[in-house]
């Protein structure tokens, strides 16, 4: 019975994170396009210049407790007030060094306006970082149902705010201030959902606990949002922010695409492998699964938007934007595998290995950056391709280490993610090839999506696909 319950819980998580971050994503969209509309390249590249410095100061702050805490066999209301205190203190720090800070960040561009948009963007961090205990409930409790609502409430509020300020003039200002209403929201609403609150017995003792294994998580959060956004700072430093803001803008629909499937994974990769950690050959079978399910929605999701990356940014965003259709087309192959790689990341970190996980980060950020660099000189196309294929290589690294933990061999990975890699990638480069002379860009992006979309569902039923089957038998209410 626990079994069928841990199956069943674990399939309405996955159910309830696509249907909300569909949602989610669909809400995304509209917002950004009416933003990408009403703003200029250069705006949204004054707010991506700062994005890896409020990202580096959120991971400060969360301290890798929220894993922390989800590993705890027992938490009691000591450890999650111990974590409250220590995160509000180590956010206002950081945003006081943060707010010295600002006026060397803009001379380091050579842009003086980044000064004061960079103090007021930076207070989001701060916010945020009141929501780290509620989080942590709700994530070891399994709530996605909860989250998910919590997001899309928050996502309509800002996104009616940043819309209404770019239509006022008030330009990279609102994408900034549509920030800021985001986490408020996340934040009141995760303290109305869970009822928790602190209290003023003020005791750091349960940290030392998990100080051990939450500091190598916030060393490698630290590096994997250097990794996200090193590009994007690297077109900064070495040409403008024009071109920052069309990679910035290629790369929000690439992680539009990747967090519809990093999503549905993420509240319940960690918690259902914690509650098979002590039995390795289940572990491993439930891997699997989940590595196959993932590699089943992100390649043709992926591969997809890559196919018609031109056609999207065109329809939504108008031709102003045309620049960051190639980008973006590259950008979705790598995208495709993010899913995968954070599958891999969150078995090693709920099998107690922070340091592996911080070090395969380190080395991955440091490997780029020297590459990105190196590749400068041979201009942009050479960097982007550089940077997709090295962070796509890295899965074989993060493969070995999985491996070691639950003998996941190298024929498993690959009978688990090939017939879904081999089959979008055929369907998307046939079609295309087959569709290219088309010039009405509606027409064509209704083609592509509607062969492909039809072919791939069609192969996969005939060739007798476990997962697509006990998907759709799910879906029709068959099957658990």
Known sequence: MEVESLKEKTAKGLLWGGVSNGIQQLLNLAFGIFLARLLTQADYGMVGLLTVFSSIAAALQEGGFISALNRKKEVGKQ????????????????????????PFIANFY???????????????????????????????????????????????????????????????????????????MITLLSYAFTRWHPSLHISFQPIKGMIGFSSKLVIT?????????????????????????????ANKWNQMGHTFVNSMLNGVAQPVFAKVDEDRERQLRVFRKLLRFTAFVSFPAMFGLSLVSKEVIVIAITEKWLASASILSVLCIWGAFVPINNLFANLIITRGHSNVYMWCTIVLCLLLLGAVIGAYPF??????????????????????????????????????????????AVLTIGCYYLLESISNIYVSLLLKVVIVGILYVAVLWMAGSVILKESVGFLLGKGK
């Open 379 to 424: 201009g942009f196309e050479w960097m982007l391709w550089i940077f997709v294929g090295i962070n796509i290589a890295w899965l074989l690294v993060w493969w070995w280490f999985v491996h070691q933990e639950i003998g996941l061999t190298f024929v498993d990975l690959l009978r688990d993610i090939s017939p879904y890699l081999l089959l979008s």
């Open 221 to 249: 959060n630290v590096f994997t949002i250097i990794n996200q956004n090193l590009f994007a700072n690297l077109i900064g430093k070495f040409y403008s922010v024009n071109e920052v803001g069309n990679f910035s803008q």
């Open 110 to 184: 050579n842009e003086p306006d980044l000064t004061p948009l960079a103090r007021y963007l930076f207070l989001g961090f701060v916010i945020s970082s009141l929501n780290i205990v509620p989080r942590a409930i709700m994530f070891r409790n399994m709530m996605v149902k909860e989250i998910n609502l919590i997001t899309l409430i928050a996502l309509i509020i800002a996104g009616i705010v940043g819309v209404t300020m770019a239509a006022n003039g008030f330009a990279y200002w609102g994408i900034a201030t549509q920030t800021i209403v985001f986490v408020s």
């Open 79 to 102: 450890d999650y007030n111990a974590v409250f205190w220590f995160n509000a203190t180590c956010s206002v720090s950081i945003y006081l060094l943060l707010y010295q800070a600002a």
